[in-house]
């Protein structure tokens, strides 16, 4: 998540700086380049966030060579023939607009800082995060099951007892969530309008007023609809499998993408690239369906204090959160600074046990919904010791042990990767 956020950094300084900065090649690897305006950020991100010089040369070599191992093990991903679909590229895009747009306030503050649209914004991300997706899956099939045995684990607290500080205060939470968006109605409605515009397109409206005036994608509408020369693998899987298969003038039927519903005319084609507008329609939000879910997490809550039935029976039955439902919603056991500050002020307010009014949750770019979290349990900083925190020490002896064998990798992977270091 991390490298995919650094992205989002380096397209707004393109964005900002494209006209001022001269770059320059500083490394390459395999068939990839490394340019030095890639570093100069990486190098302002990471001290601005720690408070330290960023021109410190011990600074940047080590961000330079975390670049360099990034690309080396992509290579190798390629030579492995690893493979990442388009809805693993799609779901990491929608987290990142997610996360920033929790950061600026909303969608639009988001699109006004970058001076893109979101959609710009992903399509500009796409390839530098498939390609991370590769290097990490391939990292991860590599290194998923390194375990230690309980002596490594106590020769490593043995050795390291004295400098692991104290296990921060953790909270273990289970929520359950309801997503007002699940009903069709909304869909149906935004379906409608969609077709509605199409139907008038057909008839002799002009596809780019119609776009300026009603495309909920503002990056394109200003420009009525055009998303310019694109190359296969950019858009949505449904999207692009109805524009690449239209004629030129040709206007599609009203396509749904995850992102909503799309009127598509092909203007030009020119190889594997083709030039198209389109007019997208997002459902739009509905008070009454966001009323209906806070009222019935309020009943669940309701029902659960009198004790009619356990927070784990609710959750299993009514949770719109499939993957936690099941295990009565349980989130799991997260330190403060894991959690983004509206969940982390819910925990404050409760003791172990208590259940929170319900409240709004925000999930990935148009999606959102709303929770009742309850806390099980609030575990107080204290030091560590194997007999209270012997998975927490096992954890941190393994990924000690994991990265003595992912740069014993690096190493080898450079004998079969071309590298050249310019500086």
Same mark, same amino acid.
């Given at each position: ?6 992205? *989002?950094? %380096? %397209? /707004? ?19 990839? =380049? ?10 302002? $991100? ?20 975390? $670049?360099?191992?990034?690309? /080396? ?8 023939? %690893? ?21 600026? !306030? ?9 001076? $893109? ?19 990490? $899956? ?45 009903? +069709? ?21 002009? *596809? ?10 503002? !990056? ?18 449904? @999207? ?24 598509? &005319?092909? =203007?030009?084609?020119?190889? &594997? ?53 099941? *295990? ?5 056991? @997260? +330190?403060? !600074? ?8 819910? %925990? ?32 107080? &900083? ?13 954890? =941190?002896?393994?990924? #000690?042990? #994991? +990265?003595?064998?992912?740069? &014993?990798?690096?190493? +080898? ?8 270091? #310019?500086?």
């Amino acid at each position: 998540m991390k490298k995919i956020i650094f992205l *989002f950094v %380096i %397209i /707004l300084a393109c964005n900002l700086n494209a006209q001022e900065v001269v770059d320059k090649i500083i490394a390459i690897v395999g068939d990839e =380049i490394i340019l030095n305006s890639e570093l100069e950020f990486q190098a302002q $991100m990471y001290a601005s966030q720690r408070k330290l010089d960023p021109n410190d040369p011990e600074i940047r070599k080590v961000l330079l060579n975390k $670049m360099i191992e990034d690309k /080396l093990m992509y290579a190798q991903s390629i030579i492995d023939s %690893i493979e990442v679909s388009d809805d693993d590229v799609n779901r990491q895009l929608e987290q990142v607009i997610a996360y920033y747009t929790h950061q600026y !306030g909303s969608q639009e503050k988001l699109e006004q800082a970058y001076g $893109m649209s979101v959609e710009k914004i992903k399509r500009e991300m796409r390839d530098d995060t498939r390609k991370n997706l590769m290097a990490e $899956m391939l990292k991860n099939q590599k290194f998923a099951k390194i375990d230690v045995t309980r002596r490594e684990v106590q020769e490593f607290f043995d050795t390291y007892q004295d400098s692991l500080g104290v296990i921060a205060e953790k909270y273990e939470i289970a929520h359950i969530f309801i997503n007002p968006k699940s009903t +069709e109605k909304l869909k149906k409605k935004a379906r409608d309008f969609a077709q509605s515009l199409r139907d008038s397109i057909s008839k002799g409206a002009d *596809f780019a007023e119609l776009a300026k005036k009603n495309s909920d994608d503002p !990056g394109s509408a200003k420009a009525g609809g055009d998303l310019g020369f694109v190359k296969r693998g950019v858009f949505y899987p449904e @999207f692009e499998s109805a524009a690449f298969g239209l004629k030129e003038g040709e206007l599609s039927n009203v396509i749904e993408s995850p992102v909503g519903f799309h009127i598509i &005319e092909l =203007i030009e084609k020119r190889g &594997e690239s083709i030039r198209a507008r389109h007019i997208l329609i997002k459902p739009k939000s509905d008070d009454a369906a966001d009323i209906k879910a806070i009222e019935q997490l309020t009943e669940i809550r309701d029902s659960i204090l009198s004790n009619k039935n356990t927070f784990d029976y609710y959750a299993a039955k009514y949770s719109n959160d499939k993957e936690t439902a099941k *295990f009565g919603g349980l989130l799991g056991t @997260f +330190e403060a !600074g894991q959690l983004e500050k509206p969940l982390l002020d819910q %925990i404050y307010k409760l003791h172990d046990g208590e259940i929170s009014f319900p409240k709004r949750l925000e999930i990935s770019g148009n999606e959102y919904g709303f929770h009742i979290i309850k806390l099980i349990k609030r575990i107080s &900083e204290h030091k560590p010791n194997l007999e209270t925190d012997y998975n927490e020490i096992k954890k =941190i002896t393994e990924f #000690r042990k #994991r +990265e003595k064998l992912n740069k &014993e990798w690096i190493e +080898e992977i450079k004998e079969k990767v071309y590298l050249e270091i #310019r500086i």
